[in-house]
């Protein structure tokens, strides 16, 4: 510790820390002025004419003293209280220049610390110029999301109207519209699958027209004169081309062998809509067609019932004759060039019974009789299961 004395500090304008001599000091001295004090010599202080010593007071103060702690234990020591806050002072003074020199070795990082903190405050101001910014922008975006959304809406309506209109357009187009392969194909090609495509796309446009013509639309006002034209020429090709070619496959039926149902599934029911066609724009060649294929197959299906029906009467298995009636003599001879012979006569009750016909009510799943494949195996049948056989046929084909 050093021998200078140590300057009093001034309480006042630097409070000291509040320890327990700073608490033991300010109870011994008082609220007296440091400054005044120090202006004053220990003679002068201690003279009569400065100081009168009451005792009632010194003991009061003393009984008062006794009850803090550490003015009991410096007069348990026996110390001189005036000495004792000198060091006191002295050791403050210690302290507070020790607490200097450390508050000099730190002010480099004093400085240090209140540099990071104006770059600290500078870095925040630019960040709050920043996100003031950023907000801005947030708030523009925000305002052109919904301008977007607005023109979204706006351009969805414009496509669900114009996916509309477009629709409209193209079944206006697909029905007036008569591309030139169609016009060549039809005037000038043979009837063939592609003939028939053409012509059935020709009939959906002059159906289409004929719907619509009430419509105030100009480009079936327009095409409608070129359609009528075109069907003019369809319906002379079928007036010709259409009317020979349902013939032909119709002749076709006539020839021997012919399985009609294959030739009527695969052939005119695939060009049915050559008929559909010329039955609504050609109708006397529609009527000429209708009769030759009736006329057709009358002829087929008498030509082979009847023939049918002529095979079948020989696989007839004979029950009786006119030898097996009742009133016919059994004692009649035969007369001939060389005198009568004897006639053998079959039983007459035979032919009455029932037998096995029967059989063909019975038996519900016997197929009909295939007259050639019978005649070969010389197979011989009931009338009854002719008659039925005869009928399932016809049953079948009708």
Known sequence: ??????????????????????????????SVDDQALSEVDDDTLLGDENWEISFDEVNDHISEFQEDEFVREAFTKGMDLREYARNIEKELGVVEKEHEVDYVKQAKEFVELHNQIQTCDQILATMENMLSVFQMDLGNISTE?????????????????????????????????IPPPMIKKITEDEVDEAWLAYLTELNKKMTYVKQNQNKNIKAIKDVGPELEKLRLKAC???????????LNKIRSLRIPNTNVQILQQSVLL?????????????????????HTYINTMRWYFFNHFERYNRSLQKLQNPIGNKFSMLGYDENARKGGLFGSSKIALQEKTNFFALGDRIETLRNQDTGVILAHVAEKKNQKYPYEALFRSFNLTFIDNA
């Open 1 to 30: 510790m050093s021998d200078k004395t140590p300057e009093i500090i001034n309480t006042t304008e630097s409070p000291i820390s509040d320890t327990p001599n700073e608490r033991l000091l300010e109870k011994l001295l008082g």
């Open 236 to 246: 002379v090709k079928a007036a010709e081309k259409i009317r020979d070619f349902l």
């Open 270 to 290: 695939k060009y049915k809509t050559l008929y559909q066609f010329v039955m609504e724009r050609y109708s006397d060649v529609a009527f000429e067609i209708m």
């Open 145 to 177: 999301i919904q301008t977007l959304q607005d023109k979204s809406f706006s351009m969805r309506i414009k496509l669900k109207n114009r996916t509309a209109v477009e629709n409209n357009l193209n079944d206006v187009l697909e029905g007036v519209v």
